[in-house]
Structures are given as C-alpha cells and as structure tokens.
C-alpha cells in the first residue's frame, strides 16, 4: 500500500523481515493465536509492515474488516501489544524480535477520495463537452 514514503528506500533487508513480520502478524490474527480480550482478530488485516533500519521496531498498518472502528481496532491493539508479541515471538525466528507500533492504514480512505475526485472531474468533463 502507497503510505507517505518521504523518497526513502528502505533495504532488502528491512523490506524481507517486514513481510516475514507481516505475514506472521496475519496468520496470528487469523487463528486467534494473541488471545486478545475484547477484539475478534480474525478480522483484523495486516496490509503493510514497515521495519526500521536497525529492524529492532515495527512500523504494523492495520484496518479492521469494513474498515469501521480503526482507532479503537489500534487502541486495544497497542494495549495488548505484548500479548501479541508473545505469540509472535513463537513463529519467528529472529535474532531480536522487533517492537510493534500499531498504526491505521489510512490508504483505501485516501484511494477513494482520490477515485471520487477523478469521477467528479471527468464528469464535469462531459458536462462541459455537451455545452460546448
């Protein structure tokens, strides 16, 4: 998902224990694996895993299922953070298991209003087309 890069790349490295981060982060939530009271995790998608260059924290864009309730999805996932390390702490196999920052993936909400403005624009096209 296009999150606001500021012209960073980042290196082969960060961006292969990220998807190893994120697809274990996915499989966690699909089997419930955290245990997290007061949240069905099932329904929670991992779309992107940022790693810091030193890859000791996560950077963890998550959107809950119909993309309602994404603060508080965020909210009782950073509560239960250690819950969820825990339980990811048993999948990898890493020499430092990184800290997770959870974070709402703003980046559907923003595609959209983007599509709605092109609609828009080429629909003012047409109108203009049959006035002139």
């Not at 950073?78 to 298991?97: C, G, M, P, Q, W």
């Not at 990184?98 to 003012?124: G, H, M, Q, R």
Request: hydrophobic share 35%.
């Amino acid at each position: 998902m296009g999150h606001n890069t500021s012209n960073k790349s980042f290196s082969q490295r960060q961006l292969r224990v990220g998807e190893l981060v994120k697809q274990n982060l996915g499989e966690l939530f699909i089997r419930n694996e955290a245990k997290i009271p007061s949240i069905n995790s099932k329904l929670i998608t991992v779309t992107e895993v940022r790693m810091t260059p030193d890859l000791k924290t996560a950077r963890v864009y998550v959107i809950p299922l119909g993309g309602n309730d994404t603060e508080q999805t965020v909210k009782i996932l950073t509560e239960y953070n250690h819950l969820v390390r825990k339980a990811l702490s048993k999948r990898l196999d890493i020499k430092f298991l990184p800290k997770l920052t959870f974070v709402e993936d703003n980046s559907f909400e923003y595609a959209e209003k983007i599509e709605k403005i092109i609609k828009k624009n080429k629909d003012y096209d047409k109108e203009k087309k049959r006035y002139n």
